[in-house]
């Protein structure tokens, strides 16, 4: 590009696109990571994309399948999308948090049954998708995902793909980090409630510096999706995880100063991780040592440093210190270490889960004596990730980079023994955030593929005006060199995913008659005295209007019925094709409605007829060549 061809912002102030990029996130961090971080970070290996034929092995041919599913989190726009990995294909949406035009989410009786009292949410924020698991396994039964916007957790049947339980938390406010009980199998989940609140909190103080001001560590029971039990946490949680023995759970805090500020939050040098000892939990709660806050039922354990009383620390937890506001939490495949994330340090901090029996016994002089590595990586680094070959590999937001190293020379190097425990930085397109390898978050870590999710992509694909999308990189780490094969596009922050073997996901074909997502449904028509397979009924109840019909492609059962103007009228469609991927839809022209009906399953909706005549319904999915015949009419009269 010639100079008077560049784009205004291809130069800024003689610096490149990367070192502005770094430039610009040093100053909205303010004092990062200090002088002496800044002379220590390691200089890069330039990024090589990978060959054509290494680029083949990410390729899959039309009528191949992909390797392993992928679930992104739709960041805010509050949905769960399906990726093919290692093609980055995108399969499928499932509609949580928002409402969806083409499923009807939000729409439909049946999604607002799900949604219960949050239907009044037309948004979501999606952060942390997770798979249940069965000994240290994906079991690939559900996925669960939060919503920071409005403090809720939901619960994905990976069956059908669809949502079937959500929960808001009480007590708290902005649900962010969450991971599932790995071994013996996902009996809770665990989630962070980031924000510091007065208890209560009605107005009627605003004080964030008292001892009745706190957030809360939470866990839900993964089959009810009731909360179990919530802990009183020192500062604010950010990111989480589970060992695997079942025993402890850990979180990241920062905003040990219980500041309001940024300047406030960042002032002390070091914040800490908090583990949590489960069975010690559920045994406070067995000898009723717990409170319950405001109109919640849910047990609530005291787990600060000090409780207030004789001074001593909380049995249920221990606090240890690590440098300045952490932030991803992560687990080594090998059920070895926690791994906190430095963020505004350029280190991260391996903690000996084999030690923290000990800790909580109060067989060790200091928290910090289950440290037993501190690997300085780079400036910013977010999360880290594992290829089950005993290496790490962590996203240095700041340096826009992804760096492996080794897990064992990280802690032979804190012993004092000189040693590179750097194997390689690979440059990454911009600002990483999460970071995913297959089968990372289980025992079966395999180091085929990591998935960057990367926060800006500037250059990397054509402009879509002042928004951009964001950059999701495929690289190959099978072997000893890290290379980049794809550059993926993304839409409204995905924040994290999550990789499975296909062979882990079992998904059905049509949907089961007896499935309790539409079971509700079902009793309402059999309270009417329909045969959902086969009536094409009006039943009429003052101004309430219930219309039943079959449909198989290309015709609805019914192609015509009355209402009167003001009637509230709930349409219920069963699809009577059996052959998968005879999708239909139902759409009522003007009206606001539009929903799915997959082969055998069923759906309604409830909408008010207030505009007189005519008003023409139609079949929104391509089911059938005379798709657009598949259609009928609602007639309305005059009130």
Same mark, same amino acid.
């Given at each position: 590009?010639?100079?008077?061809?560049?784009?205004?912002?291809?130069?800024?102030? #003689?610096?490149?696109?990367?070192?502005?990029?770094?430039?610009?996130?040093?100053?909205?961090?303010?004092a990062?990571v200090? @002088?002496?971080?800044?002379? &220590?970070a390691?200089?890069?290996?330039?990024?090589?994309?990978a060959?054509?034929?290494?680029?083949?092995? =990410?390729?899959?041919?039309?009528?191949?399948?992909?390797?392993?599913?992928?679930f992104?989190?739709? #960041?805010?726009?509050? +949905?769960?999308?399906?990726?093919?990995?290692?093609?980055?294909r +995108?399969?499928?949406?499932?509609?949580?948090?928002?409402?969806?035009?083409?499923?009807?989410?939000?729409?439909?009786? +049946?999604?607002?049954?799900?949604?219960?009292? &949050?239907?009044?949410?037309?948004n979501?924020d999606?952060?942390?998708?997770h798979? &249940?698991?069965?000994d240290?396994?994906?079991?690939?039964?559900?996925?669960?995902?939060n919503?920071?916007?409005?403090?809720?957790v939901?619960?994905?049947?990976?069956?059908?793909?669809?949502c079937?339980r959500?929960?808001?938390?009480?007590?708290?406010?902005?649900? /962010?980090?969450?991971?599932? $009980?790995?071994?013996p199998h996902?009996?809770?989940?665990?989630?962070?409630?980031?924000?510091?609140?007065? /208890?209560?909190n009605d107005?009627?103080?605003?004080?964030?510096?008292?001892?009745?001001?706190?957030? %809360?560590?939470?866990?839900?029971? =993964?089959?009810?999706?009731e909360?179990?039990? $919530?802990?009183?946490?020192?500062?604010?949680?950010?990111?989480?995880?589970m060992?695997?023995?079942?025993r402890?759970?850990a979180?990241?805090?920062?905003n040990?100063?219980?500041?309001?500020?940024?300047?406030?939050?960042?002032?002390?040098e070091?914040?800490w991780?908090?583990? *949590?000892?489960?069975?010690?939990?559920?045994?406070e709660?067995k000898?009723?040592?717990?409170?319950?806050?405001?109109?919640?039922?849910?047990?609530?354990?005291?787990?600060?440093?000090?409780? #207030?009383?004789?001074?001593?620390?909380?049995?249920?937890?221990?606090?240890i210190?690590v440098?300045?506001?952490?932030?991803?939490?992560?687990?080594?495949p090998d059920?070895k270490? *926690?791994?906190?994330?430095?963020?505004?340090?350029?280190?991260?901090? !391996?903690?000996?889960?084999?030690?923290?029996?000990?800790?909580?016994?109060?067989? %060790?002089?200091?928290?910090?004596?289950?440290?037993?590595?501190?690997?300085?990586?780079?400036l910013?680094?977010?999360?880290t990730?594992?290829?089950?070959?005993?290496?790490?590999?962590?996203?240095?937001?700041?340096?826009?980079?992804?760096?492996?190293?080794?897990?064992?020379?990280?802690?032979?190097?804190?012993?004092?023994?000189?040693?590179?425990?750097?194997?390689?930085? %690979?440059?990454?397109?911009?600002q990483?955030g999460h970071? /995913?390898?297959?089968?990372?978050?289980t025992?079966?870590?395999?180091?085929k593929?990591?998935?960057?999710?990367?926060?800006?992509s500037?250059?990397?694909?054509?402009?879509?005006?002042?928004?951009?999308p964001?950059?999701?990189?495929?690289?190959?780490? &099978?072997?000893?060199?890290m290379? %980049?094969?794809?550059?993926?596009?993304?839409?409204?922050?995905?924040?994290?995913?999550?990789?499975?073997?296909r062979?882990?996901?079992?998904?059905?074909?049509?949907?089961?008659?007896?499935?309790?997502?539409?079971?509700?449904?079902?009793?309402? @028509?059999?309270?009417?005295?329909?045969?959902l397979?086969?009536?094409?009924?009006?039943?009429?109840?003052?101004?309430?209007?219930r219309?039943?019909?079959?449909? !198989?492609?290309?015709?609805f059962?019914?192609t015509?019925f009355k209402?009167?103007?003001?009637? +509230?009228?709930?349409?219920?469609?069963?699809n009577?094709?059996?052959?998968?991927?005879v999708?239909?839809?139902f759409?009522?022209?003007?009206?606001?409605?539009?929903?799915?009906?997959?082969?055998?399953?069923?759906?309604?909706?409830?909408?008010?007829?207030?505009?007189?005549?005519?008003?023409?319904?139609?079949?929104?999915?391509f089911?059938?060549?005379? /798709?657009?015949?598949?259609?009928?009419?609602?007639?309305v009269e005059?009130?």
């Amino acid at each position: 590009m010639s100079d008077d061809t560049k784009s205004p912002h291809e130069e800024t102030h #003689g610096l490149n696109r990367r070192g502005f990029l770094g430039a610009s996130a040093l100053t909205g961090a303010a004092a990062l990571v200090g @002088a002496s971080a800044l002379g &220590s970070a390691v200089v890069g290996r330039e990024a090589r994309a990978a060959g054509k034929g290494e680029r083949s092995k =990410a390729e899959v041919a039309p009528g191949e399948l992909d390797e392993y599913y992928g679930f992104w989190s739709g #960041g805010h726009s509050g +949905e769960v999308r399906v990726l093919g990995v290692p093609s980055m294909r +995108e399969l499928m949406r499932i509609p949580v948090f928002n409402v969806d035009s083409a499923t009807g989410w939000g729409l439909t009786n +049946e999604s607002k049954r799900v949604l219960g009292d &949050s239907a009044r949410f037309l948004n979501g924020d999606c952060h942390h998708p997770h798979i &249940s698991m069965t000994d240290g396994k994906y079991d690939g039964k559900y996925l669960f995902i939060n919503d920071k916007a409005n403090s809720r957790v939901a619960r994905i049947r990976l069956d059908v793909m669809k949502c079937d339980r959500i929960v808001t938390i009480p007590n708290v406010q902005a649900i /962010h980090g969450l991971r599932l $009980q790995k071994v013996p199998h996902t009996r809770y989940v665990f989630c962070n409630a980031e924000f510091i609140i007065p /208890h209560p909190n009605d107005g009627s103080t605003f004080d964030l510096s008292g001892d009745n001001a706190f957030t %809360l560590y939470n866990a839900i029971d =993964a089959e009810t999706m009731e909360v179990a039990w $919530q802990v009183i946490v020192d500062g604010n949680l950010d990111n989480t995880d589970m060992d695997y023995s079942g025993r402890f759970a850990a979180s990241t805090c920062y905003n040990s100063e219980k500041a309001v500020d940024l300047g406030g939050m960042m002032r002390n040098e070091r914040d800490w991780v908090v583990v *949590f000892d489960i069975p010690r939990i559920e045994a406070e709660i067995k000898a009723k040592r717990f409170v319950t806050l405001g109109d919640s039922k849910v047990p609530v354990v005291d787990g600060r440093r000090k409780d #207030g009383k004789d001074g001593k620390d909380s049995p249920v937890t221990r606090y240890i210190p690590v440098p300045k506001n952490p932030h991803g939490l992560n687990t080594s495949p090998d059920g070895k270490y *926690f791994i906190a994330n430095g963020k505004l340090s350029p280190t991260c901090t !391996m903690i000996a889960i084999e030690r923290l029996g000990d800790l909580f016994a109060g067989k %060790l002089a200091d928290p910090r004596d289950v440290v037993v590595g501190e690997p300085e990586l780079g400036l910013g680094p977010l999360h880290t990730t594992f290829d089950g070959r005993g290496n790490a590999y962590t996203t240095l937001f700041i340096d826009s980079q992804l760096v492996k190293w080794n897990l064992a020379d990280a802690v032979r190097a804190y012993k004092g023994e000189k040693v590179d425990y750097i194997r390689q930085k %690979l440059d990454v397109q911009y600002q990483p955030g999460h970071n /995913h390898a297959t089968l990372c978050e289980t025992s079966e870590a395999d180091g085929k593929w990591i998935v960057v999710l990367s926060k800006f992509s500037k250059d990397r694909f054509l402009p879509t005006g002042p928004l951009h999308p964001e950059n999701d990189q495929l690289i190959d780490i &099978s072997g000893e060199e890290m290379k %980049l094969v794809h550059d993926g596009p993304t839409f409204a922050e995905p924040h994290d995913c999550i990789l499975a073997r296909r062979d882990q996901i079992k998904t059905r074909k049509i949907w089961d008659r007896k499935d309790p997502f539409f079971a509700e449904t079902v009793k309402r @028509a059999e309270k009417d005295g329909i045969d959902l397979m086969k009536d094409n009924k009006v039943i009429r109840e003052g101004n309430k209007v219930r219309v039943y019909m079959v449909s !198989m492609a290309p015709s609805f059962g019914l192609t015509e019925f009355k209402v009167k103007q003001g009637d +509230e009228v709930t349409v219920t469609i069963t699809n009577l094709d059996e052959i998968e991927d005879v999708t239909h839809g139902f759409v009522m022209v003007n009206h606001g409605v539009c929903m799915e009906i997959s082969p055998q399953q069923t759906s309604s909706i409830t909408f008010v007829a207030d505009k007189p005549g005519v008003h023409w319904y139609y079949c929104s999915w391509f089911c059938h060549a005379l /798709h657009m015949e598949m259609c009928g009419r609602m007639l309305v009269e005059k009130a």
